[in-house]
């Protein structure tokens, strides 16, 4: 068999080609691992639990299981339950994401500041950030509990209260509970980002402004505040998104009760899920929330990237 000047000539420019392909995938051959471990943990639970929000999923009914198509969003758009649910939601995100950024940012003001014995109250300050957020709603329902707990007769003696009794049982007030709970427990969280974003700023900027007579408030607006932003901005952004899909206090303090006042989204479809065992409908309800709090996520980036440019 006799080679020719042209197929010479082909496989000369075929060694290089391949040589380019080689270089080119090795950097995704060493993510690779990475990559299918988080398409076989995230990506294929989230495309299941999507196609269940098209099909009839309950787990008593053996007959369950053919698809559907939208009627789970039909029932869900008569939902009264769901939307009493999503205004609590707001209510329960708003309150909480507010009260923990001031009572976090005070903190971080406050151990920004050298004083002896900083790390200890420093741990102390982070301490509720570790307790599981189950225990933390046992403890925070026992301590509303008039029995065993001191907080009604502290609101009695205050005269915040007719008499000692649980406001986790008092429509008006049991929302009140868990977002306490979770302003508590949150805390850490701002104060810990915050405080490093604080640490960051270069201490000059402070002393310049001091010897040309600046104020404490005037510091702050001026140079904290500006320098804070960008943390405010993703810290603000991460905890609301994580606070909106938080059920665990509700869910130990109230399970959504009573009658359904202290109801998130997040609580009701842990309802559907897994007391009603309607996999299907809750799967539609998850599939609106995370629909709600991508567009969220979207507008606050690009209201972030505008005042960025302006």
């Known amino acids: 068999m006799t080679i020719s000047a042209d197929m010479i000539d082909e496989r000369r420019d075929r060694k ?7 270089d080119g995938s090795t950097p995704y051959l060493y993510s690779a691992p990475s990559l299918i471990l988080i398409a076989g943990v995230m990506l294929v639970p989230l495309v299941i639990g999507i196609s269940y929000a098209f099909r009839d999923i309950v787990l008593l009914n053996p007959f369950s299981g ?25 209510w329960w995100t708003g309150a909480s994401v507010l009260l923990q950024f001031i009572f976090g940012l005070i903190l971080a003001l406050l151990l920004d500041k050298p004083f002896h014995g900083r790390g200890v109250v420093q741990a102390l300050v982070f301490l509720p950030w570790a307790v599981p957020s189950f225990l933390a709603g046992l403890n925070w329902a026992w301590l509303f509990n008039p029995v065993i707990g001191p907080i009604p007769h502290w609101l009695y003696a205050m005269g915040l209260m007719n008499e000692p009794g649980n406001i986790l049982s008092d429509p008006h007030y049991a929302m009140w509970g868990p977002i306490i709970a979770n302003v508590w427990w949150g805390i850490p969280f701002f104060a810990i980002t915050l405080l490093a974003a604080l640490q960051a700023i270069p201490r000059d900027l402070y002393e310049a402004a001091s010897i040309d007579g600046a104020g404490w408030f005037q510091r702050f607006r001026s140079i904290t505040l500006p320098f804070l932003a960008p943390t405010i901005a993703i810290t603000v952004l991460l905890r609301t998104v994580w606070v909106s899909n938080f059920a665990d206090l509700i869910v130990v303090m109230t399970s959504g009760g009573p009658a359904d006042r202290t109801q998130i989204v997040a609580s009701y479809i842990f309802t559907q899920a897994f007391r009603a065992l309607d996999f299907g409908y809750a799967s539609a309800i998850a599939l609106v929330l995370l629909v709600l709090l991508l567009a969220y996520s979207m507008l606050i980036i690009l209201l972030r990237q505008m005042l960025l440019k302006d």
């Open 16 to 22: 290089p080609w391949l040589k380019r392909l080689a």
């Open 66 to 90: 053919g698809f559907i198509g939208l009627d789970h969003f039909r029932t869900l758009s008569k939902d009264a339950s769901f939307y009493g649910a999503l205004k609590n939601t707001l």
